[in-house]
């Protein structure tokens, strides 16, 4: 956990570097795609540490939900009085689905805290790696089949290089297009798709939609959504339209005598 005085590519580097000297240099990283992450400052120092960088789709922060998750928690433990006790007793919590704490997992062993333990407890002790990884398995697929079941999720079908799409992203309201499908990209429901005077983006699966076939591309460039062809309206004068003759019926009240309007004195 550290503090940022700026998000420019140097500072982060220093920071990770601080970290990298304490644990080590890890084989990946993950992020989003804010600037400093994708930065030529950046790309060189993931080259010279030999570092596989990976981002998660564009406008879709559900595709890094873990980070997201991390960064909440960071917020909430440096809102506290003491934020580094916080820390600490975070590390020696034990996680819900696997039942082992961060520190066990670093360090292979529980840390003292201020709440009383015997010392047998602090003994080093490696957990089950297959176990912990089995347990974070299952719970993660639990709460996936819960949330696609709560929200009606469904998979989208595949596209294809070649396929002329629809793009549109969560604060857009229209759908934007043609543009095509290049190649699916390494992160999962993702794909490079490129529009004329806009270039090669990468969407995920749920800002695209496929055009229909047999629809004229420039159909649908205006239209919000592409499942609602558009209609021909003709416009025509008033006197085209013929007048039906209408006949007035008298209103009868329920004794059966008939109602007749009040004829009021117009000056």
Avoid at 151 to 164: E, N
Avoid at 206 to 218: D, F, N, S, T, Y
Avoid at 232 to 250: F, G, L, N, W, Y
Wanted: hydrophobic share 30%.
């Amino acid at each position: 956990l550290a503090l940022y005085g700026s998000t420019e590519s140097t500072c982060v580097i220093h920071k990770l570097k601080a970290t990298f000297a304490r644990f080590g240099i890890p084989e990946q990283i993950v992020s989003d795609n804010e600037p400093q992450f994708i930065s030529e400052v950046w790309r060189n120092f993931c080259a010279t540490c030999d570092i596989q960088h990976i981002t998660s789709s564009p406008h879709n922060p559900q595709g890094n939900g873990h980070v997201e998750w991390a960064e909440q928690t960071a917020k909430r433990i440096l809102k506290q009085e003491d934020p580094l006790l916080a820390l600490m007793s975070f590390r020696a919590t034990p996680n819900t689905s696997t039942s082992i704490s961060p520190a066990e997992l670093l360090m292979g062993r529980k840390i003292r805290t201020t709440l009383p333990t015997l010392q047998k407890n602090l003994r080093p002790k490696w957990p089950s790696k297959t176990s912990i990884r089995e347990k974070d398995k299952a719970a993660k697929e639990q709460q996936a089949y819960y949330f696609n079941r709560r929200h009606g999720v469904k998979d989208l079908p595949v596209l294809r290089p070649g396929d002329s799409v629809l793009l549109k992203l969560d604060g857009e309201s229209q759908w934007k297009g043609p543009a095509k499908v290049l190649m699916e990209s390494t992160t999962p429901r993702s794909y490079n798709v490129s529009r004329d005077k806009v270039g090669e983006r990468r969407r995920n699966r749920r800002h695209i939609q496929l055009l229909p076939e047999g629809v004229q591309e420039e159909t649908f460039t205006t239209t919000t959504s592409p499942n609602q062809p558009t209609q021909k309206v003709q416009h025509c004068r008033d006197s085209d339209i013929p007048v039906e003759a209408v006949t007035m019926q008298p209103t009868i009240t329920r004794s059966g005598r008939v109602s007749k309007p009040a004829v009021r004195l117009d000056l």
